[in-house]
């Protein structure tokens, strides 16, 4: 089986700090973990993953993440939050071999920058 | 995402009513999936779809069926509409050459009175 917990469903951070949204996963195997955000009246909009090799991800909008094997771990990190940046994030995990299995998602954080 | 179109992107329906939503890609994906956006309760699977022939159920299928009328093309129905089915609708496709990442549509707001 696989799960991902989001255990914030806040946070809230000032401009021009830096900012993490965590996220923990359970798989059986290797994980393919993903984020994504969603902004007011949006759709989901991917915005990295982490496949294999490097344990520091970078994708769009100046946001990474970091895996970490031995914590189960995969938290959204940027150095300096804008106020655009608020939104709702999204961790997502797979199996790497459950071929057959969709993406699992968890139930959000929603991020607040304060100017 | 463009490439990913759903229809309608609004719509208010009273109890008991049968509707359809559609969702259309362009991207070439084989695999396509209905979501159900709720607050605090995140995306929650209804039914996806790994090619034409092949249809899944997902964690909330209840109340819900689905027709994969061509690899494009994957279409949402409530066949009685009821209250607690007020939500926000997601379609997302996906391949496995991108490992799986899912790309989204727009959304369906739907409103049953």
């Known amino acids: 089986a696989q799960s991902v917990a989001q255990p914030e469903d806040q946070v809230n951070v000032a401009e021009g700090n830096p900012l993490t949204v965590k996220c923990t996963y359970s798989?059986?195997?290797?994980?393919?973990l993903f984020w994504y955000v969603q902004y007011p009246n949006r759709g989901l909009q991917f915005l990295l993953k982490y496949i294999t090799g490097d344990n520091l991800v970078k994708g769009s909008y100046g946001f990474e993440a970091e895996f970490n094997k031995s914590q189960t771990s995969f938290h959204l990190k940027k150095p300096s939050a804008l106020v655009s940046d608020s939104a709702l994030y999204f961790c997502a995990v797979r199996d790497q071999y459950s071929g057959n299995t969709p993406l699992v998602f968890g139930k959000g954080t929603r991020l607040s920058v304060i100017a | 995402d463009a490439d990913v179109t759903q229809t309608p992107r609004n719509r208010i329906t009273k109890t008991g009513k049968r509707i359809m939503l559609e969702c259309s890609q362009t991207k070439g994906h084989d695999r396509m999936y209905w979501y159900r956006q709720d607050p605090g309760l995140g995306l929650r699977l209804i039914y996806y779809s790994f090619d034409v022939k092949d249809i899944n159920k997902g964690e909330i299928s209840d109340g819900y069926s689905v027709s994969r009328q061509a690899q494009a093309k994957f279409s949402l129905s409530l066949e009685s509409a009821i209250p607690n089915q007020t939500a926000l609708y997601f379609c997302?496709?996906?391949?496995?050459?991108?490992?799986?990442?899912?790309?989204f549509g727009p959304g369906t707001r739907l409103l049953v009175l």
């Open positions: 798989v059986s195997g290797n994980p393919y």
């Open positions: 997302a496709t996906s391949d496995l050459s991108s490992q799986e990442t899912q790309y």
